[in-house]
């Protein structure tokens, strides 16, 4: 199981929007719906703590809830040992009272610019292959996620093979630039790979690319960009960082 769960967390930024939409106008309805999702009981502002259980222990989600205040809530999670290879069982307490949350403003964003709407060829590998994926929460170590084919695309005259990895049916692209901290988040951003009608084109509308959920809560585990999936140039597109008020600074 795939430990950064994005998509338990983050607006499926595919989603078909209404035709008689703008790009703009659709781009602007995501944004509102990436802070409704953020701002959730259960968003990524929300987490406050990752408790990852004993070996062989199921998580008792009911256990863990008595006697929490009523701005709480627990969901159980699993991921692969790195050592064992065996299941490991967790527990998440998300608090929608959290500081996180009651301190957070906005993300900030790049203005919509129609030339990072980017077609690219999808190539399908046959079978489950899996490539090594960095997390930012293992010191280190690599976690294999399944890359079901391959992004070719050019940019600013350079050809790129990218490895988006499999998130419940949904091709999920991490990814690094020259941004990243500075203007955009340090450890690199997401982004969902539209599909289209032709299975051997893709769409990478990086005006939708994303703060990870560990931008706004330390608890999560996100995977980092691999060295193909990281750009020569800045990608002055998609979200930049989260603004929180009074000084609370997050995770970021």
Known sequence: MVPVQPSENAVHQNATAPSSLTARESWDAW???????????????????????????????????????????????????????EPEHGLRFW?????ALTHFDRVDVFDHDPAWVLEATFTPVPGARRIAFEHIRDNGGTRDLVVPGDIALTVDGRDYT??????????????????????????????????????????????????????????YNCPMPPRQNRFHLPVEAGEKLPVFRDGFTGSH
């Open 31 to 85: 944004c509102t719906a990436r802070r409704t999702a953020l701002t959730a009981p259960t968003g990524n502002l929300a987490l406050v703590e990752t408790r990852w259980l004993p070996a062989g222990e199921r998580p008792d989600v009911e256990a863990a809830r008595a006697g929490l205040p009523e701005t709480m809530t627990v969901t159980a999670l699993s991921r692969t040992d790195l050592v064992s290879g």
């Open 95 to 99: 608090d929608a009272a959290s500081p």
């Open 162 to 219: 990218l490895g988006a990895f499999d998130d419940d049916g949904t091709l999920l692209l991490v990814f690094g630039d020259p941004t990243n901290g500075d203007s955009t988040y340090g450890a690199g951003r997401f982004l969902f790979v539209e599909r289209t009608d032709d299975d051997s084109r893709v769409v990478l509308d990086f005006n939708r690319a994303f703060v990870p959920p560990c931008g706004f809560s330390d608890q």
